[in-house]
T-cell receptor
Framework: AQRVTQPEKLLSVFKGAPVELKCNYS??????LFWYVQYSRQRLQLLLR??SRESIKGFTADLNKGETSFHLKKPFAQEEDSAMYYC????????????FGKGTKLTVNP | DAGVIQSPRHEVTEMGQEVTLRCKPI?????LFWYRQTMMRGLELLIY????????DSGMPEDRFSAKMPNASFSTLKIQPSEPRDSAVYFC??????????????FGNGTRLTVT
């Protein structure tokens, strides 16, 4: 079974501070991991996927198979980063469904 | 491309009424997903289709919920009869499988359903 855990429902930091949103997963095969962001009352947008190994809006995430984690990091948070962040997993064994964590609401204070 | 289009954006209805939510996926995408978002449960996958065929409907809460995809450019999610606990934001998403590569999901703006 696929499971994604985001242990923090809420995270608050000050502008310019580093931020890390945690994500742990459970999956018996080789997963594909994503981070989606949802700004206030907008659609979910893809932020990162692990196979791309890119940095978007200053965010990075590294897949750690040993720790089964895919934490999202940014060295210097900006106020416009305030949003809901969802970690998601898709199996690579033929199932195309994307399973989401419950999300972390990030607030960046001025 | 206009992206995934959902209608209506907002729906307010009374308990017991039938509700129909609509979705137009991105042209060329062969997977379509319906998700429900609530504060308590986050994003839950209700059902998904591949080439208009339902593949996994294990997330559909109960028989009051049904989904159809009559063609590649249209899907509906119907709730009959609706109940207050169905109040949520319902998202539609689509993706494509091309040449062994599976694209990320692209989401619509969602339908905010309120059942009174």
């Amino acid at each position: 079974a696929q499971r994604v855990t985001q242990p923090e429902k809420l995270l608050s930091v000050f502008k310019g501070a580093p931020v890390e949103l945690k994500c742990n997963y459970s999956y018996s095969g080789s997963p594909e991991l994503f981070w989606y962001v949802q700004y206030s009352r907008q659609r979910l947008q893809l932020l990162l996927r692990h196979i791309s190994r890119e940095s978007i809006k200053g965010f990075t995430a590294d897949l750690n198979k040993g720790e089964t984690s895919f934490h999202l990091k940014k060295p210097f948070a900006q106020e416009e980063d305030s949003a809901m962040y969802y970690c998601a997993l898709r199996g690579t064994g033929g199932s195309e469904k994307l399973v989401f964590g419950k999300g972390t609401k990030l607030t960046v204070n001025p | 491309d206009a992206g995934v289009i959902q209608s209506p954006r907002h729906e307010v209805t009374e308990m017991g009424q039938e509700v129909t939510l609509r979705c137009k996926p991105i042209s060329g995408h062969d997977y379509l997903f319906w998700y429900r978002q609530t504060m308590m449960r986050g994003l839950e996958l209700l059902i998904y289709f591949n080439n208009n065929v339902p593949i996994d409907d294990s997330g559909m809460p109960e028989d009051r919920f049904s989904a159809k995809m009559p063609n590649a450019s249209f899907s509906t999610l119907k709730i009959q009869p609706s109940e207050p606990r169905d109040s949520a934001v319902y998202f539609c998403a689509s993706s494509s499988w091309t040449g062994g590569y599976n694209s990320p999901l692209h989401f619509g703006n969602g339908t905010r359903l309120t059942v009174t």
